[in-house]
């Protein structure tokens, strides 16, 4: 399954990426920081 996390460099979001990841899914860190613009990808 593919995931987008918006917020997913922050505190609670960094901790859901790698809670995700650990369990095998495809999961984006979205965040201003990583260049990912939230209305349009």
């Given at each position: 399954m ?40």
């Open positions: 593919k995931i987008v996390v918006i917020g997913g460099t922050g505190l609670i979001g960094s901790k859901l990426v790698a809670l995700l990841r650990q369990r095998d899914q495809e999961v984006l860190a979205a965040s201003p920081d990583s260049g990912v613009n939230t209305l349009t990808g």
